[in-house]
């Protein structure tokens, strides 16, 4: 069964500090992967996908098919960075989107 | 332009009523998501729509829940003998194009609760 794991429910960093959110998954198959992102007050919206290689705000993650992980990572964490990460999966030319619990970062001043 | 929006921003019923929560797709869109968020969890697929043919039902919990989407744009999620379970935060969300590797445009959810 598909399935998304982010072991973490909070994670609080310094500013500054560099930052990694986990995320694990389950999948038979060949799978795409993505970020999304819900500031405060804010609608839930993608934040990077696997696919397309890139960085966004100074935040990375790569597909690792042998250790089924996409961790999300950001070298230097700013205050503006706190929000709700979600990591999502779904199969290969397929649409149903599979999301993670989800993980609180918090960067502290 | 306008994003996605869904009405009403707020719901609450009685166990056993009928609700009908609606989304309006950012235009042009031909995709159309259904979501369920509970409180601590993260979004739970519900149904997927093409144009105006639902793709994809397998998330649905049960057949108290149906969605519609007759012209290919505005969306319905109708949900009958509403339960206390029911209670969650329903999200809509859109792509351009039928295309996974679009990103999902996202509205602010519909908050329903169930007395």
């Known amino acids: 069964a598909q399935r998304v794991t982010q072991p973490e429910k909070l994670l609080s960093v310094f500013k500054g500090a560099p930052v990694e959110l986990k995320c694990n998954y389950s999948y038979s198959g060949s799978p795409e992967l993505f970020w999304y992102v819900q500031y405060s007050r804010q609608r839930l919206q993608l934040l990077l996908r696997h696919i397309s290689r890139e960085s966004i705000k100074g935040f990375t993650a790569d597909l690792n098919k042998g250790e089924t992980s996409f961790h999300l990572k950001k070298p230097f964490a700013q205050e503006e960075d706190s929000a709700m990460y979600y990591c999502a999966l779904s199969r290969t030319g397929g649409f149903k989107t599979i999301f993670g619990a989800g993980t609180r970062l918090f960067v502290k001043a | 332009g306008a994003g996605v929006s869904q009405t009403p921003s707020n719901k609450v019923t009685e166990k056993g009523k009928y609700v009908e929560l609606r989304c309006d797709p950012i235009s042009g869109h031909t995709a159309l998501y259904w979501y369920r968020q509970s409180l601590g969890q993260g979004p739970e697929f519900l149904i997927y729509f093409q144009g105006t043919g639902a793709a994809d039902d397998s998330g649905l919990p049960n057949d108290r829940f149906f969605a519609v989407r007759p012209e290919g744009s505005v969306s319905t999620l109708k949900i009958q003998r509403t339960e206390r379970g029911d209670s969650a935060v329903y999200l809509c969300?859109?792509?351009?194009?039928?295309?996974?590797?679009?990103?999902?445009?996202f509205g602010p959810g519909t908050r329903l609760t169930v007395l």
């Open positions: 969300a859109s792509s351009p194009r039928e295309t996974q590797y679009n990103e999902q445009f």
